[in-house]
């Protein structure tokens, strides 16, 4: 039933008697006034009670083109009208063939087959399972290749293969008993991964990261370079290198992939998040033709790659994703978004002076504004969110740290708005808490 048809105070009771948020502590989250969000416009979101608040993070990053897109939303009506889901498994369709043919058109160079399942999480574990068994497989001293090396801070989702290759302690440390073990290094030092591959030679299966900017430990940003030599250490040792860029894919970074900037080729790509522009859950690991190979046998051998989804491919949320494909090429959405980006810059430089926040990092729209050193028990980021949300816009926390991602879409004027109210709710967040001079 449409929600603007509703009794909303029934939709709350309802909300905290039957619902289980995800990383959300309930307890808090009943003593709150939720945000029920009733439709979306372009760039905003509107509540039950009619209530219009700028989408600041893309609706968990993922929003690409706006809400109700009218081309999306006609792709997935004419899909609709023909098949809303058939599996994949001895079958195909027409659309999953061609969202292939066009990943793989867009893909960094040698990235051949289009692997689908349906969040961030399995595309990173599937990433992983095919290249372990892709080495298994091999055989001989290759067998040996069965550590996978990791970033410090590293988040790749939330089932128990990527929280392996994860490094976030408040999200992973807890689950430690079910993980397997991994490698993990320093971010943004060289030298470091270099040491990894010294004392584990011919053991390494692959390198896990997110290229250029490690969103959810809070858009921390490599230095140029790194991305490229990681590159070229997985070559020297006869690695893979698994780019994860689930949340850095689809413009987020200025370009349509992240690994783009410094000219890297992985040998496998994991996407999800804005391939679909936000419309329906949708993931694709994409591999080199070599490692594809490496799955071919006879049908005794056994070297079928055991897994799937039942919702593999799904032909409205690959309808959604040809769309959202055609809006970037008919709107020249990366062409514009240059100046949108520069524009960003501009606007967080007094954000960064304040006393209370203790500096941003931005790598394209991914924005992290850091606070400065608060009590953890006064949840500040999670204030700025509140007073963000009263002055009409939706951005999320990352512990202290404040994140902007809005959808590649958004106007100058709307943009100028979103960082003004992010500002506004900084400064009264913390005049609030009595402390905005201890920052």
Not at 15 to 20: A, M
Not at 81 to 108: E, K, N, Y
Not at 348 to 366: D, F, Q, S, W, Y
Request: hydrophobic letters at 40%.
């Amino acid at each position: 039933m449409d929600g603007r048809a509703e009794d909303p105070a029934k939709l709350v009771e309802d909300d905290r008697t039957c619902l289980w948020h995800p990383f959300t502590q309930q307890r808090g989250w009943e003593e709150e006034d939720p945000v029920i969000v009733a439709r979306g416009e372009g760039t905003d979101l509107l509540d039950v009670h009619g209530r219009r608040y700028i989408d600041g993070v893309s609706s968990l990053w993922c929003n690409v083109h706006g809400h109700r897109h009218p081309r999306i939303d006609a792709a997935v009506r004419a899909q609709l009208d023909r098949v809303a889901h058939s599996t994949m498994l001895g079958l195909t369709h027409p659309t999953a063939i061609s969202l292939a043919r066009r990943l793989v058109d867009l893909a960094p160079p040698g990235l051949t087959r289009v692997f689908y399942s349906d969040s961030g999480s399995t595309a990173t574990e599937i990433a992983l399972k095919m290249a372990f068994q892709f080495w298994h497989q091999r055989g001989g001293e290759d067998r040996r290749r069965t550590r996978f090396v990791a970033l410090r801070d590293a988040y790749h989702g939330d089932t128990i293969g990527s929280v392996s290759v994860g490094g976030i302690d408040l999200f992973h440390s807890l689950y430690r008993p079910l993980l397997f073990d991994t490698l993990k290094a320093e971010p943004g030092d060289v030298a470091d991964m270099a040491r990894l591959f010294d004392r584990h030679p011919g053991e390494i299966a692959a390198v896990i990261m997110e290229p250029l900017v490690q969103g959810a430990a809070g858009m921390l940003v490599h230095p140029p370079g790194y991305l490229g030599a990681v590159r070229d250490l997985c070559h020297q040792h006869g690695a893979l290198l698994i780019c994860d860029e689930v949340a850095t894919g689809f413009g987020r970074t200025g370009k349509m992939f992240a690994c783009e900037h410094e000219e890297v080729a992985p040998d496998i790509l994991c996407l999800a998040k804005g391939l679909t522009g936000g419309y329906l859950p949708l993931a694709a690991t994409l591999a080199t033709e070599r490692i594809y190979e490496g799955f071919l046998g006879e049908h005794g051998d056994f070297r079928t790659f055991f897994h799937g989804h039942t919702y593999t491919g799904n032909p409205l949320a690959c309808a959604a994703a040809l769309a959202t494909l055609n809006v970037f090429e008919e709107d020249r959405t990366l062409q514009r978004l240059g100046p949108k980006i520069e524009l960003l810059g501009e606007l967080l430089e007094p954000i960064a002076a304040r006393p209370a926040v203790a500096g941003v990092r931005r790598c394209g729209t991914m924005t992290g504004i850091a606070l400065a050193d608060y009590p953890v028990d006064l949840r500040m980021g999670h204030r700025v969110t509140l007073e963000a949300r009263r002055r009409g816009a939706i951005i999320r926390p990352l512990g202290d740290t404040v994140v902007l991602m809005p959808p590649l879409s958004i106007s100058e004027r709307d943009l100028r708005r979103l960082v003004t109210i992010t500002g506004v709710a900084i400064d009264e967040a913390t005049r609030r808490s009595g402390l905005a001079e201890a920052a």
